[in-house]
């Protein structure tokens, strides 16, 4: 009988809402903005050359892959929302030992964060596909770049700052943000989202949903679109404040670079809005084709230090584009029974980029200058953008009802 006295908003955990996966992503947006600038530069210090810098990335994405790959598996016999609290739990343990700043414990906590932001990318994406359907699914995305815009606008700039009053302080700063973002969660009340499943049975074995995620042409796709997407942003990310520092530059133009960049945003909904008016397979040629050639063309300048700088730049403008429209053929492709395993490979995108862009960085730096690696970015840009002339013409065009004219 008390039960007829409880607030209804009490009894049950409300359905959440677009804006809410949209400041779940911006709070972790702020952690990870504020880190992309500071890191970097923390590991080139501790470590003392763009090599070695190359060779802890590479590995932390091995380690980030593997452990990805593996969250769909653990959520069998843990509760996605204890996931979830344990990805923030290992960005904190990350931030820690970064304060540290020792060249022993700098590449195990660039692995913890790499961890983290696996485990949280592959749980929120799994509650976005439990609770948005297909036709919202874009309009999601861009209200997740909207509110992601401004942490990711003034975070690489603000983190660089901070570094330079004092090493840690822009750990600390992100640390905050990380107990916001479990806070706002556990507020939320997601749960464990919604289990559909296709039978009652064991487990599932990660190399069984590999299976099946092979046998999926437009899964395989959308995933490799991913990655060279993610590539375009490691080499932006981590090698252009190296070579800014190389060429003279000082150590504040990347992170000034990276925000001005990520400003862009805040058009999010503009872009979005363009991309379907054009259709999303003209987008992401359109977005890939031109990326690739600025990269390309930063190699070419780089005599001209500022010319390099500038040429990175605008190729981040269709890095931005890419962002909004660049996930949705794996999204609109997968299956509600597989949400939770192919979130976990679809996360994978960020961990094989991670792997992918240091070891193609650190042969490149055999043979040529750090400039080469912009160029190999470019043509692998390029290789994405002949694979994205394969997508479906109408992808993403909204379809008319039955029974309604086209």
């Excluded at 107990?179 to 556990?186: E, G, H, N, P, T």
């Excluded at 507020?187 to 999926?216: E, H």
């Excluded at 150590?251 to 999010?268: E, P, Q």
């Excluded at 597989?338 to 490979?345: D, L, N, P, Q, Y």
Aim: net charge positive; aromatic share 12%.
């Amino acid at each position: 009988m008390a039960n007829r006295y409880i607030p209804l908003h009490l009894k049950h955990a409300p359905t959440p809402r677009i804006e809410s996966f949209a400041m779940l992503t911006g709070l972790e947006s702020a952690v990870r903005g504020m880190l992309v600038s500071a890191m970097p530069l923390a590991v080139y210090d501790a470590l003392g050359s763009a090599e070695s810098t190359s060779s802890a990335y590479f590995v932390a994405g091995i380690v980030s892959m593997i452990w990805g790959l593996m969250v769909p598996w653990a959520t069998r016999h843990i509760p996605r929302r204890w996931m979830y609290t344990l990805g923030c739990g290992l960005y904190f343990v990350g931030m820690t030992l970064a304060i540290a700043g020792s060249a022993a414990l700098m590449p195990v906590a660039l692995t913890c964060l790499a961890m983290a932001t696996a485990t949280t990318f592959v749980c929120l994406n799994a509650y976005i596909l439990d609770y948005i359907d297909r036709q919202n699914l874009g309009r999601s995305q861009s209200l997740q770049m909207v509110f992601s815009a401004g942490p990711w606008a003034v975070g690489p700039l603000l983190g660089v700052w901070l570094r330079s009053l004092w090493a840690p302080l822009p750990f600390i700063v992100a640390g905050v943000f990380a107990v916001l973002l479990l806070a706002a969660f556990w507020v939320l009340r997601l749960g464990n989202g919604k289990q559909i499943t296709r039978a009652r049975g064991p487990a599932a074995n990660p190399l069984a949903y590999l299976g099946r995620f092979f046998a999926q042409p437009r899964l395989i796709a959308g995933w490799l679109f991913a990655v060279m997407r993610s590539c375009g942003w490691w080499v932006y990310v981590v090698y252009l404040p190296i070579f800014c520092i190389e060429a003279g530059l000082g150590d504040k133009v990347g992170g000034v670079a990276l925000s001005l960049s990520n400003a862009l945003l805040f058009a999010s909904p503009l872009l979005l809005r363009f991309a379907r008016a054009a259709s999303v397979r003209r987008t992401v040629r359109f977005a890939f084709g031109t990326c690739g050639l600025l990269f390309v063309a930063a190699a070419l300048v780089s005599p001209l230090p500022w010319a390099t700088v500038l040429c990175c730049m605008a190729a981040a403008v269709f890095l931005v584009l890419l962002d909004i429209v660049g996930g949705l053929p794996f999204l609109m492709a997968v299956k509600p029974s597989e949400r939770t395993e192919m979130s976990a490979v679809y996360s994978s995108f960020r961990d094989v980029s991670g792997i992918l862009t240091p070891g193609a960085a650190w042969l490149v730096l055999l043979v040529a200058p750090l400039t080469g690696i912009f160029a190999a970015s470019g043509a692998g840009l390029l290789l994405a953008w002949a694979i994205s002339g394969r997508l479906h013409p109408r992808l993403g065009v909204p379809r008319p009802s039955r029974g309604q004219p086209a």
